[in-house]
């Protein structure tokens, strides 16, 4: 039933693009959408899958420190909800982002670059000055070889040049001015002006989509830290991005969240469409669980003492452990 709620949804992108799978803690979201995407035969469909469930001490030990606690809270779940979503991706998948990363290069990559950047030298100087070389006893060349070389060498700096030029346009697009100081007159552009990491880096998170194939964003862990206004940034950047005529495909965020974390109409006001999961485990049927997976590990456990902590148990992560 929830798997088929799903795919109706998903379905409806012209009409539904923000859905939520609420329910309490351990009541089964994350299985429901595993088994999902593992069902899935749409094609079509590109599943990316962000969680803050790790991030929660590392917030919580920043925002202690913090003076204004909401705000900083709020900057710090949007940070790391960019971070996931940059970081998931290769570099050469998102050449133009301005988000730059450390790159292994490989030997023998490095070794061409090497080979390259001598030969590029050589033949423009061999262009320019070709005394200049055979002063050295670099190159010395008969007459009637002359011609190829000199074709040879112009080929090899044409090359050389657009490899440079082609570099550099990619490298000038990440560069931003900041400040400006004209004798005494001073024009500065901050960064900052925006409280909102995900406005200020709009036009990275739209690229991201443009140039990347994935329309489903699964977004877990959320409600842990008790923050609306998150889901009212990611609803606005939602539309931004669906409204975009540069992204092809329509985008769908799914948001697995409590069930008290909204109020009555509050939550048609940050979703489209809702699947709530009713947990199969409370604490007046976890003896019959856990008494199944003592008979089927054949467990030396006595029975009355599955019945005396059962009464505790209302969760199936909970049971598990």
């Given at each position: 039933?929830?798997?088929?709620?799903?795919?109706?949804?998903?379905?409806?992108?012209?009409?539904?693009?923000?859905?939520?799978?609420?329910?309490?803690?351990?009541?089964?979201?994350?299985?429901?959408?595993?088994?999902?995407?593992?069902?899935?035969?749409?094609?079509?469909?590109?599943?990316?899958?962000?969680?803050?469930?790790?991030?929660?001490?590392?917030?919580?030990?920043?925002?202690?420190?913090?003076?204004?606690?909401?705000?900083?809270?709020?900057?710090?779940?949007?940070?790391?909800?960019l971070?996931?979503?940059?970081?998931?991706?290769?570099?050469?998948?998102?050449?133009?982002?301005?988000?730059?990363?450390?790159?292994?290069?490989?030997t023998?990559?490095?070794?061409?670059?090497?080979?390259?950047?001598?030969?590029?030298?050589?033949?423009?100087?061999?262009?320019i000055?070709?005394?200049?070389?055979?002063?050295?006893?670099?190159?010395?060349?008969?007459?009637?070889?002359?011609?190829?070389?000199?074709?040879?060498?112009?080929?090899?700096?044409?090359?050389?040049?657009?490899?440079?030029?082609?570099?550099?346009?990619?490298?000038?697009?990440?560069?931003?001015?900041?400040?400006?100081?004209?004798?005494?007159?001073?024009i500065?552009?901050?960064?900052?002006?925006s409280?909102?990491?995900?406005?200020?880096?709009?036009?990275?998170?739209?690229?991201?989509?443009?140039?990347?194939?994935?329309?489903?964003?699964?977004?877990?862990?959320?409600?842990?830290?008790?923050?609306?206004?998150?889901?009212?940034?990611?609803r606005?950047?939602?539309?931004?991005?669906?409204?975009?005529?540069?992204?092809?495909?329509?985008?769908?965020?799914?948001?697995?969240?409590?069930?008290?974390?909204?109020?009555?109409?509050?939550?048609?006001?940050?979703?489209?469409?809702?699947?709530?999961?009713?947990?199969?485990?409370?604490?007046?049927?976890?003896?019959?669980?856990?008494?199944?997976i003592?008979?089927?590990?054949?467990?030396?456990?006595?029975?009355?003492?599955?019945?005396?902590?059962?009464?505790?148990?209302?969760?199936?992560?909970?049971?598990?452990?």
């Amino acid at each position: 039933c929830y798997i088929q709620s799903l795919e109706w949804a998903l379905k409806q992108k012209d009409r539904v693009r923000n859905i939520a799978i609420s329910g309490p803690y351990g009541s089964g979201k994350s299985s429901v959408i595993k088994t999902f995407i593992k069902r899935n035969s749409d094609k079509k469909l590109k599943f990316l899958h962000l969680s803050l469930a790790t991030f929660k001490e590392q917030l919580n030990e920043q925002i202690n420190n913090s003076r204004n606690s909401d705000i900083e809270t709020l900057r710090l779940i949007e940070l790391s909800i960019l971070q996931q979503l940059f970081y998931h991706e290769k570099d050469k998948q998102i050449p133009d982002s301005r988000f730059k990363r450390i790159k292994s290069h490989k030997t023998s990559l490095l070794f061409y670059y090497s080979i390259g950047f001598i030969s590029f030298v050589i033949s423009l100087l061999f262009l320019i000055t070709p005394e200049f070389l055979s002063k050295f006893y670099l190159i010395y060349l008969p007459p009637r070889l002359t011609p190829i070389a000199h074709y040879t060498a112009s080929v090899v700096t044409l090359l050389g040049l657009f490899f440079i030029v082609f570099k550099s346009s990619r490298a000038l697009k990440s560069v931003t001015i900041k400040k400006l100081n004209i004798n005494s007159a001073e024009i500065e552009i901050d960064n900052d002006i925006s409280k909102s990491i995900l406005n200020n880096h709009i036009d990275e998170i739209l690229y991201f989509f443009e140039v990347t194939d994935y329309n489903v964003i699964i977004i877990e862990d959320l409600d842990r830290f008790e923050q609306t206004e998150v889901f009212t940034k990611l609803r606005e950047i939602n539309q931004l991005i669906n409204n975009s005529k540069k992204i092809k495909n329509n985008v769908v965020f799914i948001y697995a969240i409590r069930d008290d974390m909204f109020i009555d109409k509050e939550r048609t006001k940050f979703f489209d469409f809702m699947i709530p999961i009713i947990p199969v485990i409370n604490s007046t049927n976890s003896n019959e669980k856990l008494l199944a997976i003592v008979r089927k590990n054949d467990y030396k456990i006595s029975t009355e003492l599955i019945d005396n902590i059962s009464f505790f148990i209302d969760d199936m992560r909970l049971l598990y452990n």
